[in-house]
């Protein structure tokens, strides 16, 4: 077991700004990559953005382009979800997950049956 710790949601207004931790304990040299998912009230959980460690690549849902941005401090097991003009609609509760599979595919991460390890979720919330 990989236990990933969230942290850093809240409360912002829209137009706002929040980061997001997730920190993962245990052995993790063998996970290929981390990433972010969303789940909102009534909907499926969607994929957020994903970063490949090895190779430091992001890859981003078309809803976060632009306005998130994943970065990660491999030394701590940490990554981060900065998370920019937040809009109403980004309102969830948001997962972090480790993956130990390796892909260089673009869309491989956009899957959450790709990930074999999650955090507990962290609340997000957008004020209009």
């Known amino acids: 077991q990989v236990p990933l710790v969230e942290s850093g949601g809240g409360l912002v207004q829209a137009g706002g700004s929040l980061r997001l931790s997730c920190t993962a304990s245990?052995?993790?040299?063998?996970?290929?990559?981390m990433g972010w998912f969303r789940q909102a009230p009534g909907k499926e959980r969607e994929f957020v953005g994903a970063?490949?460690?090895?190779?430091?690549?992001?890859y981003y849902a078309d809803s976060a382009k632009g306005r998130f941005t994943i970065s990660g401090d491999n030394a701590k097991n940490t990554v981060y979800l900065h998370m920019n003009s937040l809009k109403p609609e980004d309102t969830a509760v948001y997962y972090c997950?480790?993956?130990?599979?390796?892909?260089?595919?673009?869309?491989?991460?956009?899957?959450?049956?790709?990930?074999?390890?999650w955090g507990q979720g962290t609340q997000v919330t957008v004020s209009s």
């Open positions: 997950a480790s993956s130990r599979y390796f892909s260089e595919s673009r869309t491989y991460y956009y899957n959450a049956g790709n990930f074999d390890y």
């Open positions: 245990g052995r993790t040299s063998n996970h290929y990559a």
């Open positions: 970063l490949r460690w090895t190779a430091g690549r992001t």
